[in-house]
């Protein structure tokens, strides 16, 4: 059986067990291609009141949770947390990447369904992660590469945490997906026609295939391989029709 059916599988099982016995079910970490085949049974498990949960509001990663208090009579909790990492030494710290930090998880044995989204801050990194594994992180992870680390759970509203963009405007000529991709990450049109055909770009969460897609304002994009843009704000259209954007590409 294909990945997608076993997952269309599973997302049916949990959604049945949840509604059937009264009580919250969770799926592990889906990447976007997999919340993207959620997206298309939406409908079919909307009796369950399923939501997406990735610890934060701009999550690429994410845990389907299947339940709601207006369904169950009772509020459940989401079995995902936050982990702070921080140098032990900040003069001594190295500059350390997402490739860097997810490496070192990795060579723990924690498999990578278990792991959400990592965001660097400066010199502090914060992992989501489901709950079960927070004990293994925090009790064994204390190096990244060559730079002395150490762990704490913390609460993401208490963190202060500030997503950083690169603002990018200029006119378009049109609000098609295509034009917009190519906008941001200054491809061709004939390139982004192929990440489109590779299955590599999804619009608010959902797999995109054709560029014909019409965008609005606050609607985000995410090319694997190149990053993930806001369209943020819509100035006016010129004479001959073109449209003035900014974008806001996340860093």
């Known amino acids: ?16 067990k949840a509604y059937n016995q009264n009580i919250y079910t969770y799926t592990h970490f889906l990447n976007e291609y997999e919340q993207s085949i959620y997206q298309d049974m939406n ?10 949960v990735g610890g934060h509001k701009y999550f690429t990663r994410a845990v389907v949770m299947f339940g709601s208090e207006e369904l169950f009579g009772y509020q459940g909790e989401v079995p995902v947390v936050c982990a702070r990492i921080s140098p032990v030494f900040d003069k001594f710290a190295e500059e350390l990447s997402h490739r860097d930090y997810l490496g070192a998880l990795m060579n723990l044995g924690i ?6 989204d990592i965001l660097i801050d400066g010199r502090y990194a914060y992992i989501f992660c489901m709950e079960h594994i927070i004990g293994v992180i925090k009790e064994q992870l204390d190096q990244v590469r060559h730079t002395r680390v150490f762990v704490e759970e913390v609460s993401w509203e208490e963190t202060g945490y500030v997503q950083k963009y ?12 295509d ?8 491809l061709s049109r004939n390139i982004s026609e192929k990440l489109l055909k590779s299955q590599k ?10 560029g014909g ?5 606050g609607d985000i994009i995410s ?8 369209v943020e704000d819509l100035g006016k259209t010129s004479k001959k029709g073109r449209q003035f954007i900014t974008l806001a590409i996340f860093q």
């Open 1 to 16: 059986m294909k990945e997608e059916e076993l997952l269309k599988k599973r997302l049916m099982e949990l959604c049945e």
């Open 43 to 52: 409908q079919e498990l909307a009796y369950a009141h399923p939501i997406l």
């Open 111 to 116: 498999e990578r369904h278990l792991i959400g």
């Open 166 to 177: 690169m603002k990018k405007e200029g006119f378009v000529a049109s609000m098609r997906l």
């Open 179 to 186: 034009v917009l991709v190519s906008q941001a990450f200054s």
């Open 201 to 210: 770009v999804f619009h608010n969460g959902k797999m995109c295939l054709s």
């Open 213 to 217: 897609q019409k965008i609005k304002q």
């Open 223 to 230: 090319v694997r391989g190149y990053g993930k843009f806001l």
